[in-house]
């Protein structure tokens, strides 16, 4: 079964700073794709990277996948109270019959 | 519009009386699936359909049965609900499994039994 780790669990920062959230797997993924989920709603696409080594910007949001295709990056600039919420990655498990999740990391960016 | 929709919103029951949450999509989509999600934690994966009349479970399919008997729909059926089924629960679709595919999420059904 292949896994997906996000690492932190949780990041509680001030306003304006930068950050940075890691998606990783033992496994190849194809592509990974990052969602943003706010309270009580349900988690919206933000980006699918596809490419190893690809890098995608997103307003104040970059996206980089790993040469490898095992791992994945989100950096924040600046961060927003907006930018609360969870963050998930996802990929196509190896028999392409199936979406698998990371446990997501809990981003709180306070004003 | 585009959309994913579930019903109800919000639920509350009692313990082993049987309720179904419907799920509809209008986008023709071939995967559907659903999770649950419990405060403060990522989702986990009840159900999923690749296509109609196909469906796998999960990580955590117990207590739950679905079926897939139309592209459209996708029901999460609770037989006998227990308290350790409260939870936030979502349905999902996608136009299939691939690398480009997006999931579209519905808005969400929050469940308490008691």
């Known amino acids: 079964t292949q896994l997906l780790e996000q690492s932190p669990q949780f990041l509680s920062i001030q306003e304006g700073e930068n950050l940075t959230v890691y998606c990783n797997s033992s496994s190849v993924f194809s592509s990974l794709q990052w969602y943003r989920q706010e309270p009580g709603e349900g988690p919206v696409l933000l980006v699918t990277?596809?490419?190893?080594?690809e890098v995608k910007k997103l307003k104040r949001l970059t996206f980089q996948f790993g040469d490898a295709r095992k791992d994945s990056s989100l950096h924040i600039t600046a961060a927003q109270p907006g930018d609360t919420g969870l963050y998930l990655c996802a990929g196509v498990d190896n028999y392409g019959q199936n979406f698998v999740f990371g446990p997501g990391t809990r981003l709180s960016v306070l004003p | 519009e585009a959309q994913v929709t579930q019903n109800p919103r919000y639920l509350i029951t009692v313990t082993g009386k049987k309720l179904t949450v419907t799920c509809s999509q209008n986008?023709?989509?071939?995967?559907m699936s659903w999770y649950r999600q419990d405060p403060g934690l990522g989702l986990r994966q009840i159900y999923y359909?690749?296509?109609?009349?196909?469906?796998d479970k999960g990580d955590v399919p117990e207590g739950y049965k679905v079926s897939r008997k139309e592209k459209r729909n996708f029901p999460l059926i609770l037989e006998s609900p227990s308290p350790n089924q409260t939870s936030l629960y979502f349905c999902a679709s996608s136009p299939r499994v691939t690398d480009n595919s997006p999931l579209h999420f519905g808005n969400g059904t929050r469940l308490t039994v008691t």
């Open positions: 359909s690749m296509n109609v009349e196909v469906t």
């Open positions: 986008m023709n989509h071939e995967y």
């Open positions: 990277v596809v490419t190893g080594g």
